[in-house]
């Protein structure tokens, strides 16, 4: 009985914590929701004033056109190679070659679908002002659209510490898109949603904003063109389109046995599909994907792939002065390319070796340093062909860089050209002089060594990331587990269907990867914020109203993004294309996961996050006399806790409404008692509005 008693008494203490802490957010909002409903015009005048500023920026973008410094790691080997060798080297093979450039995409329209979900939501127009009904979508509908757009934003930040500067560039770019994109949510959309409210307060046309009678019962087209009226449930405004689908999920899907049945097989064949497709997804990249499939580069790389050999020219560079005449660096130079022969990819046959071709004519003198360098040049006059191999001090008289060339074998594999690279680089370090082998393709095989290393630490980081966010603004451990749950689940179908539709793991669709992971939360804690707000002790009622307030604007959001990315099919560029189908995949599962299996997991679990309080088994009669409701409980506190367990405001903060009905409702109160926080039943009646809507409550008379 005692371990119930404090095991009750830390549950009181957590869920008190967590109403303060949602209290305190929705405040918050609700005072941006007052300035907003104060200077509607005034605040939407200079949102667009910065924005006209900050365009002027464009005409400060500069573009990066080299592609390998884009799709090579900044930190790898072969990137610090390539810098020597341009340095040092006039080499015509190493060349930038490739104009690239990121577009932009919209986002953000998931919000905007929430925030008018909001204001349809609040209470009437007809029972109370606008700014209550401001008010009201900025604290259940702002603290949403926070919780998305920061973990969007921050996932985008966390992909800009990528090593990669493709995915870095675009990373920041995005991020900052999000950034403006909240603000503009906030700061334009929000106040053009309250200037509407004050047009329709006084009955002005939605387009010529003249005065016109009201009159609901005409047709929409008579309503549209000539009068109209002033909405009073969240059905006056919701369209067909966003009422029958909903309505079709959850009577079609959700409710039903057979449907939640299949439901649970669409999942267990979507995680296996997923789990196969991921452990045989491939890396690599292909040069010819960043053109048009029109160009003469892409169709000449296309026949060259698929039709000749891949067999690239290494070179082991030597760097330093070192004194070439000496036996001692002979050896070692000769014993670094035979040893870098006998690796299965290396053709044996093949060589380029300066020093070996100058052993062999009659101007080798190895008596001194001096000697051999001078009968070296006398050598490269006559065969001009190694004057590219070998880079003398300023006057001549020593060798500070030398050049000698292998052949690779047939090899297309990725996963080949990944280990040769990496043993071939071994050698060198091993070698006992300062040397590396390098070909201009190790700037890419770099991407099939570090693509796998980078895409999941990045992704692992912003997993974190999320999770963080998420109990900051939504402290429910359950629900934090489930959303975390549902991203890991988006993500594992992401990277199992990129097998499926021919995509393959590099630093294209990494970007697209790294994007995914802010867009594929939004919709999950949507669902997730909604089944926290409806305040039932019924799990069919939670689902049903859960789904019904936020089902909608998540349908409308899925439905509009896919329609701008369908505009990508008409693409004939592979980062467009490939960019459409990882966003599409995204998408759909997204909304898979949100409309079908996120409701259904949260409907079985419910009593595992459930707010709504039993009585307490403590709470005795003998007790009760320490527990009498009296008129101290009227104060700030007990009439916030009230009104968020109940969604409605306390009736002083409408005066002037108009009431039809009242009913009785016990609702739990907190109390303290020495240094025991317990809590007991307070009466409290609920008042409906002529339209029979519940709209506000107060404490009932006490004897």
């Known amino acids: 009985m005692e371990l119930n008693e404090h095991e009750h008494e830390r549950k009181n203490k957590f869920r008190n914590c967590v109403e303060k802490y949602e209290i305190f957010f929705e405040n918050c909002f609700e005072r941006l929701g007052i300035a907003i409903n104060s200077y509607p015009i005034l605040i939407m005048s200079l949102c667009i004033v910065i924005n006209g500023a900050l365009m002027s920026g464009f005409i400060l973008i500069k573009s990066e056109n080299d592609v390998e410094v884009l799709y090579t790691p900044q930190n790898s080997q072969s990137f610090q190679d390539r810098s020597f060798l341009r340095h040092n080297y006039p080499d015509p093979t190493i060349k930038d070659f490739l104009p690239y450039q990121l577009s932009d995409f919209g986002i953000g329209i998931d919000d905007m679908f929430i925030l008018m979900s909001g204001i349809a939501e609040a209470p009437s127009l007809t029972t109370a002002s606008i700014e209550d009904r401001i008010?009201?979508?900025?604290?259940?509908?702002?603290?949403?659209?926070?919780?998305?757009?920061?973990t969007d934003l921050?996932?985008?930040?966390?992909?800009?510490?990528?090593?990669?500067?493709?995915?870095?560039?675009?990373?920041?770019?995005?991020?900052?898109?999000?950034?403006?994109?909240?603000?503009?949510?906030?700061?334009?959309?929000c106040p053009a949603i309250c200037l509407n409210e004050k047009r329709t307060e006084q009955k002005r046309h939605f387009l010529c904003c003249v005065k016109v009678k009201a009159d609901k019962y005409n047709s929409r087209i008579h309503q549209c063109l000539f009068s109209g009226f002033i909405p009073n449930k969240r059905d006056d405004v919701e369209s067909d389109l966003e009422k029958y689908p909903k309505w079709f999920i959850i009577y079609g899907f959700l409710q039903p046995f057979l449907g939640k049945v299949f439901i649970l097989l669409m999942s267990m064949a979507y995680t296996g599909f997923s789990i196969f497709g991921a452990i045989h997804q491939e890396q690599g990249f292909l040069l010819y994907n960043l053109v048009s499939e029109d160009s003469y580069f892409h169709k000449h790389s296309h026949w060259d792939e698929h039709f000749f050999k891949s067999e690239p020219i290494i070179a082991l560079c030597i760097k330093g002065d070192l004194n070439y005449?000496?036996?001692?660096?002979?050896?070692?130079?000769?014993?670094?390319?035979?040893?870098?022969?006998q690796n299965q990819y290396i053709d044996p046959t093949f060589e380029i070796n300066w020093l070996e071709s100058y052993k062999n004519t009659t101007n080798y003198n190895a008596s001194s340093e001096e000697k051999f360098v001078k009968g070296l040049n006398l050598l490269l006059k006559k065969w001009p062909m190694f004057s590219n191999d070998i880079i003398f001090n300023k006057d001549f008289s020593r060798i500070v860089s030398a050049k000698f060339y292998l052949k690779t074998e047939n090899i297309k594999s990725t996963s080949a050209q990944g280990s040769l690279m990496l043993h071939l680089r071994s050698l060198s370090s091993n070698a006992g002089l300062s040397c590396f082998f390098y070909a201009p393709a190790f700037i890419?095989?770099?991407?099939?060594?570090?693509?796998?290393?980078?895409?999941?630490?990045?992704?692992?980081v912003a997993l974190g990331v999320m999770v963080?966010?998420?109990?900051?603004?939504?402290?429910?451990?359950?629900?934090?587990?489930?959303?975390?749950?549902?991203?890991?689940?988006i993500l594992l179908g992401i990277f199992g269907f990129m097998y499926y539709?021919?995509?393959?793991?590099?630093?294209?669709?990494?970007?697209?990867?790294?994007?995914?992971?802010?867009?594929?939360?939004?919709?999950s804690v949507h669902i997730c914020h909604a089944f926290l707000a409806v305040k039932t002790e019924k799990r069919d009622d939670a689902l049903k109203k859960a789904f019904d307030l936020v089902g909608?604007?998540?349908?409308?959001?899925?439905?509009?993004?896919?329609?701008?990315i369908s505009m990508l099919g008409f693409s004939k560029s592979y980062i467009f294309q490939s960019f459409g189908k990882v966003m599409f995949l995204v998408i759909v599962f997204g909304l898979f996961h949100a409309a079908f299996v996120l409701p259904l997991i949260l409907w079985a679990l419910f009593p595992c996050y459930s707010t709504k309080q039993s009585k307490p088994e403590h709470d005795s009669v003998s007790s009760q006399k320490y527990l009498q409701p009296d008129r101290t409980l009227k104060h700030y506190k007990s009439i916030e806790s009230i009104s968020?367990?109940?969604?409605?405001?306390?009736?002083?903060?409408?005066?002037?409404?108009?009431?039809?009905?009242?009913?009785?409702?016990?609702?739990?109160?907190?109390?303290?008692?020495?240094?025991?926080?317990?809590?007991?039943?307070?009466?409290?009646?609920?008042?409906?509005?002529?339209?029979?809507?519940?709209?506000?409550?107060?404490?009932?008379?006490?004897?």
Request: charged share 10%; aromatic share 14%; with cysteine.
């Open 325 to 341: 005449s000496s036996p001692v660096t002979q050896h070692i130079i000769t014993s670094v390319l035979e040893k870098a022969k």
């Open 154 to 189: 921050l996932a985008f930040t966390v992909g800009a510490t990528s090593v990669f500067v493709s995915i870095r560039l675009f990373c920041i770019y995005t991020g900052v898109a999000v950034f403006f994109c909240y603000l503009n949510q906030l700061f334009f959309f």
């Open 501 to 523: 539709w021919g995509l393959t793991l590099s630093s294209i669709t990494m970007i697209h990867l790294v994007m995914s992971i802010g867009f594929s939360v939004d919709f």
């Open 644 to 703: 968020s367990r109940l969604g409605l405001r306390h009736v002083s903060c409408y005066p002037n409404e108009k009431l039809s009905s009242e009913k009785n409702v016990n609702v739990p109160i907190t109390y303290t008692v020495g240094d025991l926080e317990v809590y007991c039943y307070k009466e409290c009646r609920v008042f409906y509005a002529q339209n029979n809507r519940a709209c506000s409550w107060d404490f009932c008379d006490c004897t």
């Open 444 to 460: 890419f095989y770099e991407q099939y060594v570090q693509i796998w290393p980078s895409t999941l630490q990045t992704v692992g």
């Open 468 to 489: 963080v966010v998420t109990i900051v603004f939504m402290p429910y451990p359950f629900m934090v587990f489930v959303v975390t749950t549902t991203l890991v689940s």
């Open 552 to 564: 909608g604007p998540i349908l409308n959001a899925a439905v509009s993004s896919l329609l701008g």
């Open 135 to 150: 008010k009201f979508m900025m604290k259940k509908s702002g603290v949403a659209i926070t919780i998305t757009s920061l």
